[in-house]
């Protein structure tokens, strides 16, 4: 790793408590896609609220550079392990290198996922295969991986990070929308046969997140200012989403507070599935900026 590299990404400046600020004081979570994005945020407010993390990509270099940033905001501890979910092998090297490091495993994030906008015309069958493969059964192995190895004897939480992509049917996403649907009915599964292990499972549908790679590609790409305000204001509350947005909704799950929730989905985007868009007209739109 060269000295010059930069980290790729930042921890927030601030941030307001809604929980104690110990609530998760000597846990430890296992976020997959943890390196950047969503996934990066809700590894930081795990650990500001005093868990230990191990965070999972492909990517060895953004992996070590964000677990130093993380681990120097918040005096927690965070392991950086390289993994590809599709490869069972590497998937259970990983969760033995979590275990031998903390001895523990109370949290399990499934973030890996990967998107690109595609007419279903226009879609090979390698890459439709290739979002199944990272989404769905990337969701499964991990999972299934740490029931085995830790889970099945002491309990935890699991959280699939899914999309409201299917809910209507979204263009240029069928992809995406069928690996998160049945991210959303395996965590159903999960939930009612894993439950009496002391489990909960549950998914987490963000909606446009501010300051994702996925906005900038998928919902960013050619909008005037005037078009992404427009798209703000056809929100019901009228702003897209933060990433600590979506890290506050998973904390409240693993609190007190969330004990009854397994085997459901918590939409995170403030009604912007209710009132998007979603005619031939945007998709032509979209197209023509492909």
């Given at each position: 790793?060269?000295?010059?590299?930069?980290?790729?990404?930042?921890?927030?400046?601030?941030?307001?408590?809604?929980?104690?600020?110990?609530i998760l004081?000597?846990?430890?979570a296992?976020?997959?896609?943890?390196g950047?994005?969503?996934?990066?945020?809700?590894?930081?407010?795990?650990?500001?609220?005093?868990?230990?993390?191990?965070?999972?990509?492909?990517?060895?270099?953004?992996?070590?550079?964000?677990?130093?940033?993380?681990?120097?905001?918040t005096?927690?501890?965070?392991?950086?392990?390289q993994?590809?979910?599709?490869?069972?092998?590497?998937?259970?090297?990983?969760?033995?290198?979590?275990?031998?490091?903390?001895?523990?495993?109370?949290?399990l994030?499934?973030?890996?996922?990967?998107?690109?906008?595609?007419?279903?015309e226009?879609?090979?069958?390698?890459?439709?295969?290739?979002?199944?493969?990272?989404?769905?059964?990337?969701?499964?192995?991990?999972?299934?991986?740490?029931?085995?190895?830790?889970?099945?004897?002491?309990?935890?939480?699991?959280?699939?990070?899914?999309?409201?992509?299917?809910?209507?049917?979204?263009?240029?996403?069928?992809?995406?929308?069928?690996?998160?649907?049945?991210?959303?009915?395996m965590?159903?599964?999960?939930a009612?046969?894993?439950?009496?292990?002391?489990?909960?499972v549950?998914?987490?549908?963000?909606?446009?997140?501010?300051?994702?790679?996925?906005?900038?590609?998928?919902?960013?790409?050619?909008?005037?200012?005037?078009?992404?305000?427009?798209?703000?204001?056809?929100?019901?509350?009228?702003?897209?989403?933060?990433?600590?947005?979506i890290?506050?909704?998973?904390?409240?799950?693993?609190?007190?507070?969330?004990?009854?929730?397994?085997?459901?989905?918590?939409?995170?985007?403030?009604?912007?599935?209710l009132?998007?868009?979603?005619?031939?007209?945007?998709m032509?739109?979209?197209?023509?900026?492909?």
């Amino acid at each position: 790793m060269s000295g010059k590299a930069e980290p790729v990404e930042r921890c927030m400046d601030s941030y307001e408590y809604i929980f104690q600020k110990d609530i998760l004081r000597n846990k430890v979570a296992f976020i997959t896609g943890g390196g950047s994005g969503i996934c990066f945020t809700i590894a930081e407010v795990f650990m500001r609220h005093g868990c230990d993390t191990v965070i999972l990509g492909r990517k060895m270099d953004r992996l070590q550079l964000s677990a130093q940033t993380l681990q120097q905001a918040t005096g927690r501890r965070c392991l950086p392990v390289q993994m590809d979910v599709r490869q069972p092998k590497m998937v259970l090297e990983a969760v033995d290198a979590a275990l031998k490091e903390f001895g523990r495993i109370d949290y399990l994030i499934n973030g890996a996922a990967g998107n690109f906008l595609c007419p279903l015309e226009t879609m090979s069958f390698n890459a439709f295969k290739t979002v199944m493969e990272i989404d769905t059964l990337g969701t499964f192995n991990v999972s299934k991986a740490i029931f085995d190895k830790y889970m099945k004897a002491n309990g935890g939480v699991i959280i699939n990070i899914t999309a409201t992509l299917h809910f209507r049917g979204t263009s240029l996403q069928t992809h995406v929308g069928a690996a998160k649907a049945a991210i959303e009915a395996m965590t159903r599964h999960m939930a009612v046969e894993w439950g009496q292990n002391g489990i909960r499972v549950m998914c987490v549908a963000p909606g446009p997140i501010e300051d994702t790679e996925g906005m900038r590609r998928l919902g960013g790409a050619g909008m005037s200012s005037e078009m992404k305000e427009m798209f703000k204001k056809n929100i019901p509350v009228q702003r897209s989403g933060r990433r600590v947005d979506i890290a506050d909704i998973c904390l409240f799950i693993l609190s007190r507070g969330g004990q009854l929730l397994t085997g459901t989905t918590v939409i995170g985007d403030g009604g912007a599935w209710l009132t998007e868009d979603n005619s031939s007209m945007r998709m032509s739109m979209i197209k023509a900026m492909l």
